[in-house]
Nanobody, 119 residues
Framework: QVQLVESGGGLVQPGGSLRLSCAPS????????MGWYRQVPGNQRELVAV???????SYSDSVKGRCTISRDSRTNTVTLQMNSLKPEDTAVYYC?????????????WGQGTQVTVSS
């Protein structure tokens, strides 16, 4: 079973920046999309940004203009650059990869990395 390994979370002051990275523990093929989601205790997990295999990128309205998602298609590493962070960005951030082939599909999640924005 492939795992997604996240890194880059931490504590940052309001207005600061963080860069989250996610890489699969093994090879994955036929990626449809890779993205980042976040979750605050008591709330549903919500989309932050997603990049699809055809190159289409989407951001949630709450982070649009402040975050940039990118993907290395050779290694399937996905990165989220977050700037001008706000306290309301505090959450556990999860990496996700969906894809498949003729015989199988997958929907992988990372274990999450904590992002805390506080002075």
């Amino acid at each position: 079973q492939v795992q997604l390994v996240e890194s880059g979370g931490g504590l940052v002051q309001p207005g600061g920046s963080l860069r989250l990275s996610c890489a699969p523990s093994g090879s994955i093929f036929g990626v449809y999309a890779m993205g980042w989601y976040r979750q605050v205790p008591g709330n549903q997990r919500e989309l932050v940004a997603v990049i699809r295999s055809v190159g289409v990128i989407s951001y949630s309205d709450s982070v649009k203009g402040r975050c940039t998602i990118s993907r290395d298609s050779r290694t399937n590493t996905v990165t989220l650059q977050m700037n001008s962070l706000k306290p309301e960005d505090t959450a556990v951030y999860y990496c996700n990869a969906v894809g498949g082939s003729r015989d199988t599909e997958y929907d992988y999640w990372g274990q999450g990395t904590q992002v805390t924005v506080s002075s």
